[in-house]
């Protein structure tokens, strides 16, 4: 069983920062590729980011391209997501996942099979 736990939500104003970081349980961590999905109010879970397993390859909405990134530290089986100039449409709750293995369609939800509780990013104007 895999447990993920994601922490460092908050309240931030417009333009401001915040790193979520995603810490899972269970084993070979570091074989999965994971990502990261938000889902505002109202609207449907969307995909954010996402990073495979040798950590050399990320991808991004292009919603969020160039202001966030997505990193993984092995060691520590964290999975993190730096997030910089955010925006008030950043707003929503922010999930990790774990990637089913064989699964290349990094942007849809239903490629992942283990899922956090999420962590709240509300973001000011």
């Known amino acids: 069983q895999v447990q993920l736990v994601e922490s460092g939500g908050g309240l931030v104003q417009a333009g401001g920062s915040l790193r979520l970081s995603c810490a899972a349980s269970g084993r070979s961590f570091s074989n999965y590729a994971w990502g990261w999905f938000r889902q505002a109010p109202g609207k449907q879970r969307e995909f954010v980011a996402s990073?495979?397993?040798?950590?050399?390859?990320?991808y991004y909405a292009d919603s969020v391209k160039g202001r966030f990134a997505i990193s993984r530290e092995n060691a520590k089986n964290t999975i993190n997501l730096q997030m910089n100039n955010l925006k008030p449409e950043d707003t929503a709750v922010y999930y990790c996942?774990?990637?089913?293995?064989?699964?290349?369609?990094?942007?849809?939800?239903?490629?992942?099979?283990?899922w956090g509780q999420g962590t709240q990013v509300t973001v000011s104007s």
């Open positions: 990073i495979n397993s040798s950590g050399r390859s990320t």
């Open positions: 996942a774990r990637r089913t293995s064989g699964s290349f369609n990094y942007e849809s939800p239903e490629s992942y099979d283990y």
